[in-house]
């Protein structure tokens, strides 16, 4: 897969994308990301990227002029999904993360400053992603939480191929615990079933504790689950476990 990223500061990714698993990614060909300064694109002669905005207020807004160029030079004349972080955009999730992964080619633009001038919006951009309900001073750190959550989705990125169909949200589900050694560690024990060596108790284990855990933290995620007969019949059992401790503690 290529990755392109437009920015106004290439030099924020330098960390991230080089290390660890997106790292090794590149290193392996798997991914090739490229960084451009969006400055490399203004003509003028102070390569000015921001302007006041017209009818007047606060801030500065991203020229359209280096933006059209700086994609149109990058893509040529390949098509791709032209991706503009921003907090007006569809809130990211496993799911996008998986469509994005099926691309061959991404380009992402990482607005600045108050905004960006609308023309960029209405006539460049195919595609607009958040990361959340909140906004951050710029679309850098946005565009390394979409590259990393695509990028783990691509075959041969994580060392594991199954790893990615048992995290968290891969079936809708929060992911069960885990333990590693030691099997106790200051008085506190791994549960006798992951010991056992019985691969369909673990299993069950596991499917009860991810629904447990999912129930407790995110109630909203199990409300548009479709739950099988097995699922309602353990979640009924953790809910009432969850009411006989409550009434205790009562
Ligand atoms: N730019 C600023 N805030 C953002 C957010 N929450 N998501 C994506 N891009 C952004």
Redesign the pocket.
């Known amino acids: 897969m290529r990755i392109d990223v437009l920015t106004l500061f290439p030099e924020m990714f330098q960390g991230p994308l080089e290390t660890s698993i997106i790292g090794r990614a590149q290193a392996a060909g798997i991914v090739d990301i490229q960084l451009w300064n969006i400055r490399d694109f203004a003509t003028d002669r102070h390569r000015q990227v921001d302007d006041y905005p017209f009818g007047g207020g606060a801030g500065m807004v991203m020229k359209p002029e280096p933006v059209f160029r700086a994609v149109r030079h990058v893509l040529g004349e390949d098509a791709a999904p032209v991706i503009l972080?921003?907090?007006q955009?569809e809130v990211f999730s496993h799911q996008l993360a998986e469509k994005l992964a099926k691309e061959k080619r991404l380009l992402l633009i990482c607005?600045h400053y108050e905004g960006l001038d609308e023309r960029i919006r209405e006539h460049l951009v195919t595609k607009q992603?958040?990361?959340?309900d909140?906004?951050?001073t710029?679309?850098e750190l946005?565009a390394m939480v979409v590259i990393d959550a695509v990028v783990r989705f691509l075959p041969g990125a994580l060392g594991e191929a199954t790893a990615v169909w048992t995290d968290s949200f891969a079936q809708g589900l929060l992911e069960y615990p885990q333990y590693t050694r030691p099997r106790g560690f200051e008085g506190m024990e791994v549960p006798e079933v992951l010991l056992s060596g019985d691969h369909q108790r673990i299993a069950d284990w596991r499917r009860r504790e991810s629904l447990r855990r999912t129930w407790q933290q995110r109630p909203d995620l199990i409300a548009k689950l479709d739950l099988d007969e097995r699922d309602r019949e353990l979640l009924a059992a953790i809910q009432q476990e969850q009411n006989k401790s409550d009434n205790r503690l009562d």
């Open positions: 972080m921003t907090p955009g607005g992603i958040s990361i959340g909140y906004v951050l710029g679309g946005p």
